[in-house]
């Protein structure tokens, strides 16, 4: 299988790979059993660490916060499929060309999941999709930096899915039903991608001198964004006031911190880099044998700040591009409400026959 002949394949290199997601499987089969016993309120759900389904009475304030997040999530994994589809055409070999591909398409699938899945809180995807065409919804800040050489492929997948599978495997166990299910297979996927990314920068690694330095360079540029995608700091003194995730926390959506899971991630990092031969762009890295944790440097957050007040190399280009395929696919979209509203009348008179 590609990606498995570099290392043990059965050393996991990412977070899907650790039986945490066949955990989250497992405990939702249980928890849904329970579920009758211990009383369907909202409240009663979360003590008993139920799912909440879509039927349930939920506070308001939690609908909302769900669909900010989820929607968020949705637009990251569309505009995400920018920056490497701009490398489909220039793939290096058919075999990259045809990964890339199936990579990207992938991409779109997880934003359809999580897209019907933020529809179960009663918006439509077509006023998310205007709220982030209008730039009143969020998408990850990753995705506003360019691709700019082939390895560039390869620190998304190593460090931005990477990244996200870190931040994706404790939502497999999310209070809302619906999300968490969206999320059993997307980090299925991620895993899978996370795996090609790394066998690019494997590959280019043991290349040529200039292929080397490309991908050192993509690691150089990919590091510090990808540490910057789990969120402002939240723990200690460091913590951004006006955060969500100490509610969020409480209500079982996020189950981590996003230090807590920005640490996680370098741990599992910091090997693998000594593995691939590139050195992370931080001289402040050190093993510390009294946390049993790797410390890292500073990360300068007014960059976070600036990207995400529109002020990021690709923000514009990224919601130009996306509101003009938009644009472009809204002949696909008349089609298929016509069949679809054609298929419901013929159904309907099927059923008076
Ligand atoms: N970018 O209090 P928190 C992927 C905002 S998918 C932009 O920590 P929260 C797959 C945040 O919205 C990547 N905004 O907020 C792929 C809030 O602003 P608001 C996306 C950010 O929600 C790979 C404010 O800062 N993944 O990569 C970011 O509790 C390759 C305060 O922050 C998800 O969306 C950021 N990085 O925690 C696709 C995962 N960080 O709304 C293609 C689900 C923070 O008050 C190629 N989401 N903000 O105006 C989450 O887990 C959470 O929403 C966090 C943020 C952890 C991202």
């Known amino acids: 299988m590609y990606g498995n002949d570099f290392i043990d394949p059965d050393e996991p290199l990412n977070a899907a ?11 939702a089969a249980t928890t849904a059993a329970q579920r009758a016993e211990g009383g369907s309120s909202f409240e ?41 589809g701009n490398w489909i055409s220039r793939a290096p070999s058919l075999r990259r060309k045809a990964i890339l591909m199936a990579k990207v398409q992938d991409e779109a699938g997880h934003g359809l999941y999580l897209y019907a899945a933020a529809e179960t809180l009663g918006v439509d995807r077509a006023e998310l999709l205007d709220l982030l065409h209008s730039g009143k919804q969020k998408y990850s800040s990753i995705f506003n930096y360019p691709t700019l050489t082939w390895a560039d492929n390869g620190a998304i997948g190593w460090l931005v899915d990477g990244a996200a599978i870190m931040n994706q495997v404790p939502l497999c166990r999310c209070s809302y039903g619906p ?24 590959t280019l690694s043991r290349g040529t001198a200039a292929q080397k330095d490309m991908a ?81 440097g500073a990360i300068d957050w007014s960059e976070l700040w600036r990207v995400l007040k529109g002020d990021g190399a690709c923000n514009a280009e990224r919601i130009e591009r996306r509101v003009g395929a938009h644009h472009e ?7 298929a409400n016509a069949y679809a509203a054609r298929h419901d009348l013929g159904q309907q008179q099927e059923y008076v026959a």
């Open 17 to 27: 790979e650790f039986g945490d997601v066949d955990d989250a499987v497992a405990a």
């Open 44 to 84: 009663a759900l979360l003590a008993a660490d139920q799912r909440i389904e879509p039927r349930d009475e939920m506070p308001e304030a939690y609908r909302k916060t769900l669909i900010r997040q989820i929607a968020q999530h949705a637009h990251s994994e569309i505009i995400g499929m920018q920056p490497e």
């Open 179 to 202: 999300y968490a299910r969206a999320m059993i297979r997307v980090c299925k996927e991620e895993s899978f991608h996370q795996r090609q990314g790394f066998e690019i920068l494997w």
């Open 216 to 296: 050192q360079d993509a690691a150089n540029r990919w590091w510090w964004p990808a540490l910057m995608m789990f969120g402002p700091p939240d723990t200690g003194d460091a913590a951004t006031t006006g955060g969500h995730t100490a509610q969020s926390m409480a209500w079982g959506i996020k189950r981590f911190s996003n230090d807590d899971l920005r640490q996680k991630f370098v741990d599992m990092t910091v090997p693998q880099a000594a593995k691939l031969g590139l050195t992370l762009p931080d001289p402040d890295l050190r093993f510390n044998e009294e946390t049993g944790h790797w410390d890292f």
């Open 329 to 335: 696919g809204a002949w696909v979209r008349e089609a």
